[in-house]
């Protein structure tokens, strides 16, 4: 990346000071170029579901490795619930969506309750032996008397897809059945999965993020501090594609030790650490074995750490530095925080960073850990930062009432938020082909093939809040 005209620079930079300028370009079309991160996790994009209580579970972990990017599970989850969370993500199709699975007994206000859980909005119905007998949409369901049984209310006229199916067979039978989504089931007629007509379309456009196993793939975070060994011995046996090293403040050495003592218990497993906004800190983590570096001090919109303690960074300028003493080293550098619209993600890349960590962007959809809730304006879910009060008394349940009392005096994150579900992109797969997209364009712009490429050819300029603001569509007259 260079800056325009050489400029100098002498204050630090967010992604809204900056701007790319297109270059000549022989890339022939935006589908040519790939995405595919060079840091080693085997994604295929570089989308990181970043580890917010709110925001990365189950199925958001699934869903994004679907698509070729990974969730990081947060480091608060007990356990128990973390070997079945991830036992249920490997589990999960890499190609079919999962079905939301009711029986025939159930009622409408059974399907009410959890029809939300997913984004293609259907609920299937089967029998005792596993095979779709029914299905009822989101529309109808909500038409529906609550405590009408679905057998009686249910759409038995069935089209179900054969496992097997290439997505443009799948979309093409959709398509002339005049219908969005079907099952899909095995050669017995047992439900498989659902897919829809927009899911069958990014089966053809993405690549699922898979281990060596054919597994989807899933990141964990592990906090510093207690018995660091038993943490990463329990989240690597039960399965976890990525170790991330997870504190507010990374300069420290307890991150340092608990780096070595990770790599210790793995040469193989890529270690993520962070955060940290300096290149003195980004070296030093790379010394203790971190593969990857997670940039970024107060840029979330869930942090409040800036304004608390006046600590932070200026994102553009962090990853900058960062992403370039990394690569100095064969290493990279994941861009966290300040992800608000496309053209972040493509700064960010622009900057050197493999890949961009997303929170709160992702909270307000489907498939965010949340439960879903309604207000006067609509359907939202509750987003909350990892250093709020709220998180920090979830993390520390096991310590006594005074010592928990105590914890709870230095909030750096807010503790309610609400984020509501935007009709036009209510699930998670729509923010991912709105980014991608943007990406794509970005690289063809600029004459990039690669991700590499596209921080070899970037240019960026240095723009006025009056030049940021000029760039906005406009909805009504002005």
């Known amino acids: 990346m260079k800056f325009l005209n050489d400029s100098t620079i002498n204050y630090d930079l967010t992604y809204n000071d900056v701007f790319l300028i297109p270059s000549y370009s022989d890339v022939g079309s935006r589908f040519s170029v790939d995405l595919t991160p060079s840091d080693n996790t085997g994604t295929h994009i570089p989308i990181v579901v970043a580890n ?10 699934e869903t994004v490795a679907r698509r070729g990017g990974i969730a990081i599970l947060p480091q608060d989850i007990p356990f128990d619930r973390l070997s079945t969370m991830i036992k249920q993500i490997k589990s999960a199709n890499p190609v079919y969506e999962t079905p939301l699975v009711l029986k025939t007994a159930n009622l409408v206000a059974d399907a009410l309750n959890i029809i939300n859980k997913r984004a293609h909005g259907v609920v299937l119905i089967v029998d005792d032996e596993n095979r779709p007998v029914g299905l009822i949409n989101e529309k109808e369901a909500y038409e529906a008397d609550r ?20 997505p443009k067979e799948m979309f093409e039978q959709l398509y002339e059945n005049h219908i ?35 597994k989807l793939m899933v990141g964990v975070a592990v906090g510093v501090n207690g018995d660091v060994k038993s943490k990463v011995e329990k989240v690597l046996s039960f399965g976890a594609d990525v170790l991330v090293m997870d504190t507010a403040h990374g300069h420290q050495q307890k991150m340092i030790e608990a780096i070595k003592i990770a790599r210790s218990l793995s040469q193989d497993v890529q270690i993520v650490a962070g955060n940290v906004v300096t290149a003195q800190a980004t070296n030093d983590l790379i010394d203790a074995g971190a593969n990857i570096i997670k940039v970024g001090v107060g840029p979330g919109a869930m942090c409040i750490t800036r304004m608390m303690t006046g600590v932070g960074r200026p994102q553009f300028s962090a990853v900058l530095e960062c992403a370039e003493a990394a690569r100095s080293r064969g290493a990279k550098v994941w861009a966290d ?77 807010i503790s309610n938020s609400k984020l509501y579900i935007d009709d036009k992109t209510p699930g998670v797969e729509d923010i991912i082909d709105q980014i991608t997209s943007g990406l794509r364009s970005s690289m063809s712009y600029a004459g990039a093939v690669s991700l590499e490429d596209f921080f070899d050819k970037a240019v960026v300029g240095i723009q006025s809040a009056a030049g940021y603001e000029e760039g906005k569509a406009v909805s009504s007259s002005w």
């Open 147 to 166: 405590f009408a049984s679905l057998d009686t209310f249910m759409n038995p006229a069935l089209v179900t897809l054969a496992q097997g199916k290439s």
């Open 337 to 413: 925080g300040g992800i608000k619209y496309p053209r972040d993600v493509a700064l960010a890349i622009a900057a050197g960073a493999s890949a961009v960590m997303i929170g709160s962007w992702f909270s307000g959809t489907y498939e965010s850990a949340g439960d879903i809730l309604r207000d006067e304006r609509g359907l939202y879910k509750e987003n909350f930062g990892m250093a709020s009060k709220r998180a920090v008394q979830n993390r520390s349940q096991d310590n006594n009432p005074y010592d928990r009392s105590l914890k709870e005096f230095f909030e750096e994150g």
């Open 52 to 61: 917010m209580n709110a925001v990365a579970g189950r199925r958001m972990a």
């Open 180 to 214: 969005n989504a079907a099952p899909v089931v095995d050669n017995e007629g047992k439900l498989v999965g659902i897919i829809t007509q927009r899911s069958a379309l990014r089966a053809s456009l993405y690549s699922p993020a898979l281990s060596k196993d054919g």
